[in-house]
């Protein structure tokens, strides 16, 4: 009986008690953040088609998210906002990233009453 309560006695110690941190556990560098970012990103880029006559072109650099649209010279930066929304630098215009069956699928610019761009590649 004794052995018992020692046991009951002990049992919440023992369940309750923080486990020493694993020192040799490999912690996250900022190089594997900002891998994974990419990654995330990469899923973005592509050409995405209004019509035969208007198309833009995302493209990822250097973990930052560029549109070229056709016809333009320079590339635009994408300004992350949250999750699938960024910002277009310049006229501060809002784009968003729309998916279906779990892919993306279509490029929302919301400008002008909403213009939606089909991904083609």
Partial sequence: MKKLIFIILLSPVTLFANPKPDVNQAKP???TA???AEE???RYVG????????SITISLEGGKLY???QGDAEKTEFTPVSGNKFLVKGPETEVEFLEEDGKVQYLFVNMQG???LKKVN
């Avoid at 050409?47 to 208007?54: A, L, P, T």
């Fill in 29 to 31: 560098t900022y190089s």
């Fill in 34 to 36: 900002l891998a994974e």
């Fill in 40 to 42: 995330a990103l990469a």
């Fill in 47 to 54: 050409v995405y088609k209004m019509n035969e006559q208007f």
């Fill in 67 to 69: 549109a070229l649209a």
């Fill in 114 to 116: 909403g213009l939606k």
